[in-house]
């Protein structure tokens, strides 16, 4: 399995942009469909973003569209999400995730592997 490390979190102030990383192990990052989940406290895990791994497809969830962007740099092994007018409601633990050969899932059943989390606090 691929090692995943996310990076980038914070506290932020509402209408604020952060940009988190997710840091992949190994050779094979290309192969990978990679995902953005975040769980906020009291709620379930959900999916935000995922981008495929071949002629990248990318997914979001409604809410998150035309705020989030995820995006890809296979030379770096890393994943990013840009996140754009922040809002309170935004704040949650953001999980970076991955499936070798996956489909641009948006279940967490799609990926199988998955990072450590990176906190992302929205200040209002």
């Known amino acids: 399995q691929v090692q995943l490390v996310e990076s980038g979190g914070g506290l932020v102030q509402a209408g604020g942009s952060l940009r988190l990383s997710c840091t992949a192990s190994?050779?094979?990052?290309?192969?990978?469909?990679m995902g953005w989940f975040r769980q906020a406290p009291g709620k379930e895990r959900e999916f935000v973003a995922s981008?495929?791994?071949?002629?990248?497809?990318?997914y979001y969830k409604d809410s998150m569209k035309g705020r989030f962007t995820i995006s890809r740099d296979n030379a770096k092994n890393t994943v990013y999400l840009q996140m754009n007018s922040l809002k309170p409601e935004d704040t949650a633990v953001y999980y970076c995730?991955?499936?070798?050969?996956?489909?641009?899932?948006?279940?967490?059943?799609?990926?199988?592997?998955w990072g450590q989390g990176t906190q992302v606090t929205v200040s209002s």
């Open positions: 190994g050779r094979t990052f290309s192969r990978y469909t």
């Open positions: 981008i495929s791994w071949s002629n990248p497809t990318t």
């Open positions: 995730a991955a499936q070798l050969f996956g489909p641009t899932g948006t279940a967490i059943t799609d990926f199988g592997s």
